[in-house]
């Protein structure tokens, strides 16, 4: 896996790596509020301030591939890998802004082990695409990747073992129908991360 990076080129990984810990402080910040209770109006502004920086740093790698003639990388790939970071920082405003409109305290075990395991993916994410410019880290960037995978395997389960439980013990068939959307988004979540992590992969299968 041969980048050959210049210079010029080092700045799209750098603002990848910016993306990606971006993504770790808003998971933090959620698996934090979710273990308080109820969110505030705090924590959404809190997490849509993570959200907006994401879009900024997803518009300047667009802005930078626009104005860039040769990449370290395919191009498309770049954008790929931008575009879907971005999209787990938007699953993650969203599960805050559904739970807040809901007004539904979140400290359950159910949700705080989903908040967890976000927490766990975005590090994960963020180790590999802060190691994918170096070649003699390619298998550890794939183990990075494997985490991911493991990670929204055991999110499949959460959904399942938290969805049932819902319908077991919830009476209240609204808040029912509320708690069902918050742990799909959550394992929704969890999804997306994958989906990034497998970007990541076919990267470095075109590139290895």
Request: net charge negative; with cysteine; hydrophobic share 40%.
């Amino acid at each position: 896996m041969a980048f050959n990076l210049l210079p010029k080129e080092g700045k799209f990984f750098e603002f990848l790596s910016m993306q990606a810990e971006n993504i770790v402080k808003a998971a933090a910040a959620f698996k934090e509020a979710v273990k308080a209770g109820p969110f505030s109006e705090e924590t959404v502004r809190k997490i849509k301030d993570f959200e907006h920086e994401g879009d900024t740093l997803a518009h300047e790698i667009a802005d930078m591939l626009n104005r860039t003639f040769i990449t370290p990388i395919d191009r498309e790939d770049i954008y790929s890998l931008s575009n879907n970071l971005d999209d787990v920082l938007d699953m993650v405003n969203s599960m805050t802004n559904r739970i807040h409109l809901y007004r539904l305290n979140p400290s359950n075990d159910g949700m705080i082990a989903f908040a967890d395991n976000i927490g766990q993916a975005a590090h994960a994410l963020s180790n590999a695409v802060r190691h994918m410019h170096d070649t003699k880290r390619a298998r550890r960037v794939l183990d990075y990747c494997i985490e991911v995978n493991r990670l929204e395997n055991m999110g499949d389960q959460l959904r399942d073992k938290t969805i049932s439980g819902l319908f077991e013990h919830e009476k209240d068939p609204i808040m029912v129908i509320k708690w069902k959307e918050i742990y799909e988004g959550a394992e929704a979540t969890l999804d997306t991360c994958e989906h990034v992590a497998k970007v990541i992969e076919a990267i470095l299968v075109k590139h290895g």
